[in-house]
């Protein structure tokens, strides 16, 4: 004997109403990842633009405290002087990348909210739909945020570049010292 087929708990009606419940709080779930991983994404910016205006700013501020020991101690010629401030033009140009890095994400960030608010709304799916406003909004957002890393890697650039040529002027510096030393009259 056959035994009797159990019913379905559910009748379709109401396992369609289960997936779709089931399938919007997944992608609630989802829409609230992507939140978070933006709002992570445009800290973890903000702390980088801070951190090369600060080693770029701090290093400007040493290179020129220490050139002015130099200067008013009489210890280097202005040829000496102007080598040992080249590396301030590099300090100085990493900060300025970076302030339009800074500007640029600003810019980004606006230009997708702009994006965001000159969609149509609808009632139908997928409920909003893009304008030629809403387009070039979220390009121009694209082109501002491209513009705003290069501008980071413009400005580690420049610090580098700047360490490297603070090496080499303390390097000819020790080295001038060195020989004229060498050179000095022993008693």
Same mark, same amino acid.
């Given at each position: 004997?056959?035994?009797?087929? @159990?019913?379905?708990? =559910? *009748? @379709?009606?109401?396992?369609?109403?289960?997936?779709?419940? =089931?399938?919007?709080?997944?992608? *609630? =779930?989802?829409?609230?990842?992507?939140?978070? &991983?933006?709002?992570? +994404?445009?800290?973890? #910016?903000?702390?980088?633009?801070?951190?090369?205006?600060?080693?770029?700013?701090?290093?400007?501020?040493?290179?020129? +405290?220490?050139?002015?020991?130099?200067? /008013?101690?009489?210890?280097?010629?202005?040829?000496?002087?102007?080598?040992?401030? &080249?590396?301030?033009?590099?300090?100085? /140009?990493?900060?300025? +990348?970076? $302030? $339009? #890095?800074?500007?640029? #994400?600003?810019?980004?960030?606006?230009?997708?909210?702009?994006?965001? /608010?000159?969609?149509?709304?609808?009632?139908?799916?997928?409920?909003?739909?893009?304008?030629?406003?809403?387009?070039?909004?979220?390009?121009?957002?694209?082109?501002?945020?491209?513009?705003?890393?290069? &501008?980071?890697?413009?400005?580690?650039?420049?610090?580098?570049?700047?360490? $490297?040529?603070?090496?080499?002027?303390?390097? #000819?510096? +020790?080295?001038?010292? *060195?020989?004229? /030393?060498?050179?000095? @009259?022993?008693?």
């Amino acid at each position: 004997m056959d035994a009797p087929q @159990p019913q379905p708990l =559910l *009748d @379709p009606k109401e396992q369609l109403q289960l997936r779709v419940r =089931l399938a919007e709080r997944q992608h *609630d =779930l989802m829409t609230q990842f992507g939140q978070k &991983a933006n709002e992570a +994404a445009v800290k973890a #910016a903000e702390e980088a633009i801070k951190a090369v205006i600060l080693i770029n700013g701090g290093s400007s501020v040493a290179m020129l +405290a220490f050139l002015g020991t130099l200067a /008013t101690k009489d210890v280097v010629s202005t040829v000496q002087l102007s080598q040992m401030s &080249a590396p301030l033009l590099y300090f100085g /140009t990493g900060v300025a +990348a970076a $302030v $339009v #890095a800074a500007a640029a #994400a600003y810019f980004t960030n606006l230009m997708i909210a702009g994006s965001s /608010t000159r969609q149509t709304r609808t009632y139908e799916q997928p409920y909003f739909q893009d304008t030629k406003s809403s387009n070039g909004h979220r390009l121009a957002g694209e082109i501002f945020r491209y513009i705003g890393i290069g &501008a980071m890697v413009v400005s580690i650039g420049c610090f580098v570049t700047g360490l $490297v040529k603070a090496e080499g002027a303390f390097q #000819a510096l +020790a080295a001038t010292k *060195d020989s004229k /030393t060498a050179n000095a @009259p022993k008693p």
